[in-house]
Nanobody, 123 residues
């Protein structure tokens, strides 16, 4: 099974920034849609952002548009989620995953989940 490792979470004050990383080992991300998801307290896991590697098409959930940016470093085989203007409601565990499907608001066919990284936004 494909393995992904997330990192970069932590504690940040409201309005602050974090950059999450999602690294794949032993295979390339070139053929996948990379997705970032989160599990916030009291809510089901939800899609945050995705990037289709072959086309560079991106998609963002409404609640992060204008604040978060997804990107990818081919040389490092790593995807990133730059999170700016963080809010307390962004607190949760953030996961990355891969899909062979499209990057859109359906968030379909994602698998190969990482272990997650905790993001806490609090003063």
């Amino acid at each position: 099974q494909l393995q992904l490792v997330e990192s970069g979470g932590g504690l940040v004050q409201p309005g602050g920034s974090l950059r999450l990383s999602c690294t794949a080992s032993d295979y390339t991300l070139d053929y996948y849609t990379i997705g970032w998801f989160r599990q916030t307290p009291g809510k089901e896991r939800e899609g945050v952002s995705c990037l289709r590697s072959s086309t560079n098409i991106t998609h963002y959930a409404e609640f992060v548009k204008g604040r978060f940016t997804i990107s990818r470093d081919n040389a490092k085989n790593t995807a990133y989620l730059q999170m700016d203007s963080l809010r307390p409601e962004d607190t949760g565990v953030y996961f990355c995953a891969l899909s062979i499907g499209e990057c859109d608001n359906r968030w379909r066919d994602f698998s190969s989940w990482g272990q997650g990284t905790q993001v806490t936004v609090s003063s």
